[in-house]
C-alpha cells in the first residue's frame, strides 16, 4: 500500500485539453445567471426547448454547411466510430441537428415553431480570447415561418436579452444576402472583380475566388480592406422580393426603435443562409466581437431532404457574453448561502446538522460548517469561513448555547456595530430567521432574481 501511493505522486499530472475549458465557481454561478436571463426571455416570446445530441452522423454537417466553409474544411472534429466505422462528428454548430431532427419528428407538421437550445459546440481552432475548441452556445431557431416579422422578432428577443443582462455595448449590424439566384448573378460579377484585382488578394482569397467568393468579402486582411469595399454589392443585385422582405424587417426595428446599420459585406460562414443575416458586435472584446449571429435559411430543409420549410434563427457566444457580463461590472458574486451554522462540541454538531435540515425545509439556503481533514477548526477559522461565504446570518452553537437551549445568531453584514449577535431560543431559531429574511428582502429591490428565497 505504502508502495503504491509513492508511486501514484510520482505519476505525471493530466491536465485537460487544449481549448477545452472548466467552468468553475464563482464564474460557474454567472454562467447561471445568464442562462436563467436566457430562458426567461425566450420564454416571454414562446420559443420552448430542443435537445439534440452532441454527436451526428458527419455527412450532417459536410451536406448542411457547405464543403467549402470554414468549419467542415478545417475545424471539425470527425472520427469513425471504432466499433461500427460510422463517420461522426462532435457538432461545431447547432442549426444542422435542429433541423435534422425536426425533419425527423416532422416538427412542423402543425404549423411554425419556435425553438431554442443551449450547449457545447466543438471546433478545432486556434485557442484565444473568445476563441476555444469547445464553446458553448445559446441559440434560437424559427422553422416554418417565411415573412420578416419573426426576423424582427429574433432581433427583438436579443436586444430584450441584452437589456436584460445590462449589456450596453453590443450594436446591430444588418444586410440581406438575397436569394441563390440573385447571388449567382452577384457571384458572376465578383468573380469579375476579383479577376481584375487579382493582385491584392491573399492565398486564402484565391483559393476561395471560384469556390466561395461571397466569403472573400469577409476577409480581415487589412491590406484587401480598400478592394474589397469597392467589390460589387450584393444589395444591389436583389430583386423585388428580397428587397420587401429586407424592408419588412427594417421597418418593424425602426417601429420598436431598435437601432442597427447595414453593412452590405456582412455574410454568413455557412451556405444556407439567405436574405435576412444579422450580427450583434462589440468593440469591448478585441478581434472576436461578434457575440451573435444568424439570419434567414429557407434552403436548408430542402437540403436535408425534408418538405421545403422557411426558417430564420441565431446562435449567440456564451463564452463571449460571459466576458461582456464581466467587463460590464454589474453582477456580482452571489451570497453562497443565507446562513452560515458553525457549531462546537459533539452534541452541538449533532444538533446543526438537524438545524440545518428544518432551515432548509423552511427555503433557507443553509451551509453547514463540515469537517476538513484538519477536523472542524476553531470558532474563529469558522467564522472567517461565515464571513466569506457572503451569508447574511451566522448561526452559532457551542457548549454554552447547548446548556441554554439557544442559538446565538450574528448578523454578518450589519451596519450597526452594536446588537449585532444575540440569542434566540433553539425551538425558535427558524422562525426567527424566516422573518428576518422577508424583512430584508422587503427593503431590498425586486431586480435580483438571486433575493427572493422565501415565498409564503
Ligand atoms: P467567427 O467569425 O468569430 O469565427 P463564426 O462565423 O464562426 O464566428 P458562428 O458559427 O456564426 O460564428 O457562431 C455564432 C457565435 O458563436 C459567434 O458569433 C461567436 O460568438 C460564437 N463562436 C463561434 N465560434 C466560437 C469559438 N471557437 N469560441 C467561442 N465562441 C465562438
Ligand atoms: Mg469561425
Same mark, same amino acid.
Given at each position: 500500500?505504502?508502495?503504491?501511493?509513492?508511486?501514484?505522486?510520482?505519476?505525471?499530472?493530466?491536465?485537460?485539453?487544449?481549448?477545452?475549458?472548466?467552468?468553475?465557481?464563482?464564474?460557474?454561478?454567472?454562467?447561471?445567471?445568464f442562462?436563467?436571463?436566457?430562458?426567461?426571455?425566450?420564454?416571454?416570446?414562446?420559443?420552448?426547448?430542443?435537445?439534440?445530441?452532441?454527436?451526428?452522423?458527419?455527412? +450532417?454537417?459536410?451536406?448542411?454547411?457547405?464543403?467549402?466553409?470554414?468549419?467542415?474544411?478545417?475545424?471539425?472534429?470527425?472520427?469513425?466510430?471504432?466499433?461500427?466505422?460510422?463517420?461522426?462528428?462532435?457538432?461545431?454548430?447547432?442549426?444542422?441537428?435542429?433541423?435534422?431532427? &425536426?425533419?425527423?419528428?416532422?416538427? %412542423?407538421?402543425?404549423?411554425?415553431?419556435?425553438?431554442?437550445?443551449s450547449?457545447?459546440?466543438?471546433?478545432?481552432?486556434?485557442?484565444?480570447?473568445?476563441?476555444?475548441?469547445?464553446?458553448?452556445?445559446?441559440?434560437?431557431?424559427?422553422?416554418?415561418?417565411?415573412?420578416?416579422?419573426?426576423?424582427?422578432?429574433?432581433?427583438a428577443?436579443?436586444?430584450?436579452?441584452?437589456?436584460?443582462?445590462?449589456?450596453?455595448n453590443?450594436? +446591430?449590424?444588418?444586410?440581406?444576402?438575397?436569394?441563390?439566384?440573385?447571388?449567382?448573378?452577384?457571384?458572376?460579377? +465578383?468573380?469579375?472583380?476579383?479577376?481584375?484585382?487579382?493582385?491584392?488578394?491573399?492565398?486564402?482569397?484565391?483559393?476561395?475566388?471560384?469556390?466561395?467568393?461571397?466569403?472573400?468579402?469577409?476577409?480581415?486582411?487589412? &491590406?484587401?480592406?480598400?478592394?474589397?469595399?469597392?467589390?460589387?454589392?450584393?444589395?444591389?443585385f436583389?430583386?423585388?422580393?428580397?428587397?420587401a422582405?429586407?424592408?419588412?424587417?427594417?421597418?418593424?426595428?425602426?417601429?420598436?426603435?431598435?437601432?442597427?446599420?447595414?453593412?452590405?459585406?456582412?455574410?454568413?460562414?455557412?451556405?444556407?443562409?439567405?436574405?435576412? %443575416?444579422?450580427?450583434?458586435?462589440?468593440?469591448?472584446?478585441?478581434?472576436?466581437?461578434?457575440?451573435?449571429?444568424?439570419?434567414?435559411?429557407?434552403?436548408?430543409?430542402s437540403?436535408?431532404?425534408?418538405?421545403?420549410?422557411?426558417?430564420?434563427g441565431?446562435?449567440?457566444?456564451?463564452?463571449?457574453?460571459?466576458?461582456?457580463?464581466?467587463? =460590464?461590472?454589474?453582477?456580482?458574486?452571489p451570497?453562497?448561502?443565507?446562513?452560515?451554522l458553525?457549531?462546537?462540541?459533539?452534541?452541538?454538531?449533532?444538533?446543526?446538522?438537524?438545524?440545518?435540515?428544518?432551515?432548509?425545509?423552511?427555503? +433557507?439556503?443553509?451551509?453547514?460548517?463540515? &469537517?476538513?481533514?484538519s477536523? %472542524?477548526? =476553531?470558532?474563529?477559522?469558522?467564522?472567517?469561513?461565515?464571513?466569506?461565504?457572503?451569508?447574511?446570518?451566522?448561526?452559532?452553537?457551542?457548549?454554552?448555547?447547548?446548556?441554554?437551549?439557544?442559538? =446565538?445568531?450574528?448578523?454578518?453584514?450589519?451596519?450597526?456595530?452594536?446588537?449585532?449577535?444575540?440569542?434566540?431560543?433553539?425551538?425558535? %431559531?427558524?422562525?426567527f430567521?424566516?422573518?428576518?429574511?422577508?424583512?430584508?428582502?422587503?427593503?431590498?429591490?425586486?431586480?435580483?432574481?438571486?433575493?427572493?428565497?422565501?415565498?409564503?
Open positions: 500500500m505504502q508502495k503504491n501511493m509513492s508511486e501514484i505522486k510520482k505519476m505525471e499530472k493530466i491536465v485537460g485539453v487544449k481549448g477545452m475549458n472548466d467552468l468553475l465557481p464563482p464564474d460557474s454561478a454567472l454562467w447561471e445567471l442562462e436563467n436571463t436566457v430562458q426567461s426571455v425566450l420564454k416571454s416570446y414562446g420559443f420552448q426547448q430542443i435537445r439534440t445530441p452532441i454527436l451526428e452522423s458527419t455527412p +450532417l454537417f459536410a451536406r448542411g454547411l457547405g464543403e467549402v466553409t470554414d468549419i467542415v474544411e478545417k475545424e471539425m472534429y470527425s472520427f469513425e466510430d471504432a466499433m461500427n466505422g460510422d463517420k461522426l462528428t462532435l457538432r461545431p454548430e447547432g442549426t444542422a441537428g435542429v433541423v435534422r431532427s &425536426a425533419i425527423e419528428h416532422n416538427l %412542423v407538421y402543425d404549423g411554425p415553431k419556435r425553438l431554442w437550445y450547449g457545447p459546440m466543438f471546433r478545432h481552432e486556434k485557442p484565444q480570447r473568445g476563441r476555444y475548441r469547445q464553446f458553448h452556445q445559446v441559440g434560437a431557431e424559427a422553422l416554418g415561418f417565411s415573412g420578416p416579422d419573426i426576423d424582427a422578432e429574433l432581433i428577443m436579443c436586444q430584450r436579452l441584452w437589456d436584460d443582462l445590462g449589456l450596453k453590443v450594436r +446591430l449590424e444588418l444586410n440581406s444576402i438575397g436569394d441563390a439566384q440573385e447571388r449567382n448573378v452577384h457571384r458572376a460579377a +465578383l468573380i469579375e472583380y476579383f479577376e481584375k484585382n487579382k493582385d491584392l488578394l491573399d492565398s486564402e482569397a484565391l483559393r476561395r475566388l471560384y469556390s466561395n467568393p461571397l466569403r472573400i468579402l469577409d476577409t480581415k486582411n487589412p &491590406a484587401m480592406q480598400e478592394m474589397v469595399n469597392q467589390a460589387p454589392k450584393l444589395l444591389d436583389l430583386g423585388s422580393e428580397s428587397l422582405h429586407f424592408d419588412g424587417v427594417q421597418r418593424i426595428l425602426r417601429d420598436n426603435s431598435i437601432p442597427f446599420s447595414i453593412n452590405s459585406r456582412l455574410v454568413r460562414g455557412m451556405d444556407y443562409y439567405n436574405r435576412t %443575416v444579422f450580427e450583434w458586435v462589440t468593440d469591448q472584446l478585441g478581434s472576436q466581437g461578434t457575440v451573435c449571429a444568424g439570419g434567414r435559411y429557407d434552403a436548408l430543409f437540403i436535408f431532404g425534408g418538405k421545403p420549410t422557411p426558417a430564420c441565431f446562435a449567440m457566444g456564451i463564452e463571449r457574453l460571459l466576458e461582456l457580463m464581466k467587463e =460590464s461590472g454589474e453582477h456580482h458574486s451570497a453562497l448561502c443565507d446562513v452560515y458553525v457549531h462546537q462540541g459533539a452534541a452541538a454538531q449533532a444538533k446543526s446538522f438537524v438545524l440545518a435540515e428544518r432551515l432548509r425545509d423552511a427555503g +433557507l439556503d443553509v451551509v453547514l460548517h463540515c &469537517a476538513a481533514s477536523g %472542524v477548526g =476553531s470558532f474563529k477559522s469558522q467564522m472567517k469561513k461565515a464571513d466569506s461565504s457572503g451569508a447574511a446570518y451566522a448561526v452559532i452553537l457551542g457548549d454554552d448555547e447547548i446548556a441554554q437551549e439557544v442559538a =446565538s445568531i450574528k448578523f454578518l453584514r450589519s451596519d450597526t456595530t452594536e446588537q449585532n449577535q444575540m440569542s434566540v431560543s433553539l425551538d425558535g %431559531v427558524v422562525d430567521l424566516v422573518d428576518q429574511m422577508l424583512n430584508a428582502a422587503d427593503d431590498t429591490c425586486c431586480d435580483d432574481p438571486t433575493h427572493h428565497h422565501i415565498h409564503h
